[in-house]
């Protein structure tokens, strides 16, 4: 079992930045693959960046390629997500997730633990 709680969400003006944090509880966290994902009202929930357990490949989707940033350290549990030149097209609830399979690209319906979410508001 692996519960997750992010943090690090809030408002920003455009181009501003914002670090959100994942925290996992379970001893087996460093055997998961780690994603981010977002929803915005009216849309579907969206991937946004994953990283591998060992944090040495990661995928990010076209529109935040360049500007976020995934990483994770399995020591302390946690993975995170670096967000910079934020955009109001940004502005989600993002979501982070563990999946016991690997791979980068996995279907959402993989990933076996979801955290509350962390609201992301980004104003022009």
């Known amino acids: 079992q692996v519960q997750l709680v992010e943090s690090g969400g809030g408002s920003v003006q455009s181009g501003g930045s914002l670090r959100l944090s994942c925290a996992a509880s379970?001893?087996?966290?460093?055997?998961?693959?780690m994603g981010w994902f977002r929803q915005s009202p009216g849309k579907e929930r969206e991937i946004v960046a994953t990283i591998n357990w060992s944090g040495h490949n990661t995928y990010y989707t076209d529109s935040v390629k360049g500007r976020f940033a995934i990483s994770r350290d399995n020591a302390k549990n946690t993975v995170n997500l670096q967000m910079n030149s934020l955009k109001p097209e940004d502005t989600a609830v993002y979501y982070c997730?563990?999946?016991?399979?690997?791979?980068?690209?996995?279907?959402?319906?993989?990933?076996?633990?979801w955290g509350q979410g962390t609201q992301v508001t980004v104003s022009s």
């Open positions: 997730a563990a999946a016991a399979t690997s791979g980068l690209l996995q279907p959402q319906s993989n990933y076996d633990y």
């Open positions: 379970g001893r087996t966290f460093s055997s998961y693959s």
